[in-house]
């Protein structure tokens, strides 16, 4: 598997990629965000930037082959549900303040619907979602009342991966 993984990796940029990495080279080594987005697995994907930035050390979505290996992971339909959901926590974190507030929830929508939805339609969404989520009243979602909301939904599991 980490073969093919390493295979798909040197594959975005051969010329940036050795193809035998040493230990240090797995995390020094890094494909610019740019290149991990025009992934067949990616490409159509709306929040492409943030899964990007999610997994990336760096926080700008450059990925070394350890990044994209933990995202292939994460990704995997056998990771456990519990890393699925921090992780989807952490793309939907715009701000990565640590919560998602109604500033992330705008992005979110504007980031899923692009201009389907009417500004108004996006501000009633979003405080809808804090509404029905927000158990202890501060008018955002903890990693906790992330995970009840997620958790409630019978298809997250289903649909929050990639095949490689």
């Given at each position: 598997m980490t073969i093919s993984v390493h295979k798909r990796f040197r594959e975005?940029?051969?010329?940036?990629v050795p193809r035998q990495m040493t230990e240090g080279q797995a995390s020094s080594v890094k494909v610019?965000?740019?290149?991990?987005?025009?992934?067949?697995?990616?490409?159509?994907n709306p929040f492409r930037r943030r899964i990007?930035?999610?997994?990336?050390?760096?926080?700008?979505?450059?990925?070394?082959?350890?990044?994209?290996?933990?995202?292939?992971?994460?990704f995997s339909?056998?990771?456990?549900?519990?890393?699925?959901?921090?992780?989807?926590?952490?793309?939907?974190?715009f701000d990565q303040d640590g919560f998602i507030g109604h500033a992330d929830l705008m992005s979110c929508l504007t980031t899923m619907t692009k201009n389907e939805l009417s500004p108004e339609e996006h501000q009633q969404i979003a405080d809808k979602v804090i509404e029905e989520a927000d158990?202890?009243?501060?008018?955002?979602l903890s990693i906790l009342e992330f995970e009840h909301v997620i958790l409630r939904a019978p298809d997250f599991l289903s649909t929050f991966h990639i095949r490689i």
């Open positions: 975005l940029r051969p010329d940036l610019p965000r740019e290149c991990i987005e025009k992934m067949p697995e990616l490409r159509e990007c930035e999610a997994f990336s050390r760096d926080g700008l979505g450059n990925l070394s082959f350890e990044d994209f290996l933990d995202a292939l992971s994460v339909e056998q990771a456990p549900r519990d890393i699925k959901v921090f992780y989807a926590f952490k793309i939907y974190d158990v202890d009243g501060d008018g955002k």
